[in-house]
């Protein structure tokens, strides 16, 4: 699996391409949370930043997978070895697969070629996601 942990506290410009280029590539934008707990608030600065209305965009928000990998600073790519399931509870931590992980204002070709040309445990799920991100239009 592929994430990408964002914030809307990020460049408007930055997080519409990460968001566009994640998606493409069959990856998923990860939010922790709605900024001031507000539901308004984070729909329309998503609309800030998904400016085309035929663009698909793979968004979640989970604090859980926060926790999980750690999470401090957005953005922050990871490549998930193998698929795994999280805690139900709010306030429980799952135990992280192997992955690789990036964190940096980097596109999104950039960690997945990093992410390939390193062979972790990430490196298969890069490669395919940078061959749906070429093939993307």
């Known amino acids: 699996m ?6 809307l506290s990020m460049p408007q410009a930055s997080l519409s391409r990460l968001i566009a280029d994640t998606s ?3 990856g998923v934008v990860v939010f922790r949370g709605f900024p001031g707990g507000s539901t308004k608030a984070f ?3 998503l609309k800030r930043v998904v400016t085309d209305e035929g663009q698909e965009a793979h968004i979640a928000i989970d604090p859980r997978l926060f926790r999980a ?3 401090e600073a957005a953005p ?3 490549a998930a070895g193998r698929e795994y399931e999280l805690c139900d509870g709010l306030d429980c931590t799952s ?3 192997d992955h690789d992980r990036l964190t940096g204002n980097v596109t999104v070709e950039y960690a997945l070629e ?3 040309g390193g062979k972790g445990p990430g490196a298969g799920i890069a490669r395919v996601a ?3 991100l070429a093939k993307a239009p």
């Open 130 to 132: 940078l061959t749906q």
């Open 24 to 26: 493409k590539a069959g």
């Open 95 to 97: 135990a992280t697969p």
């Open 114 to 116: 990093s992410f390939a």
């Open 43 to 45: 729909a329309e600065g």
């Open 69 to 71: 990998f750690k999470v």
């Open 2 to 7: 592929f994430m990408v942990f964002a914030s």
């Open 76 to 78: 922050t790519f990871v």
